[in-house]
Nanobody, 125 residues
Framework: QVQLVESGGGLVQAGDSLTLSCVIS????????VAWFRQAPGKEREYVAA????????HYADPVKGRFTIARDTTKHTVNLQMNSLNPEDTAVYYC??????????????????WGQGTQVAVSS
């Protein structure tokens, strides 16, 4: 099984930046898509960003477009989420996810098979 572990969450103020990291282990990724989702209290799990492991495809949800950047390090097998201009609406538990080989990039959580434990991001005003 593929294992994912997120880190980098914390408490920041509005306007600050924060970078989350997700370490992927268990197998070598070549064509597997990776993504970030988040879930705030009382809300459904929300798609944030996704990319192909090759880096050829990159996609963002409208609320974070222009502020967040997803990136991966193929050597370290990590996927990062750089978050800029954070606002209180970004407060949530952030999860990284990975699909299986042959799966395309998707914004649907149902299409991801491996998940991390999550890391809390809190943005104060």
């Amino acid at each position: 099984q593929v294992q994912l572990v997120e880190s980098g969450g914390g408490l920041v103020q509005a306007g600050d930046s924060l970078t989350l990291s997700c370490v992927i282990s268990g197998r070598t990724f070549s064509r597997n898509p990776v993504a970030w989702f988040r879930q705030a209290p009382g809300k459904e799990r929300e798609y944030v960003a996704a990319m192909s492991w090759s880096g050829k495809i990159e996609h963002y949800a409208d609320p974070v477009k222009g502020r967040f950047t997803i990136a991966r390090d193929t050597t370290k097998h990590t996927v990062n989420l750089q978050m800029n201009s954070l606002n209180p609406e970004d407060t949530a538990v952030y999860y990284c996810a990975a699909g299986i080989a042959t799966m395309g990039v998707s914004s649907s959580a149902h299409n991801y098979f491996y998940w991390g434990q999550g890391t809390q991001v809190a943005v104060s005003s």
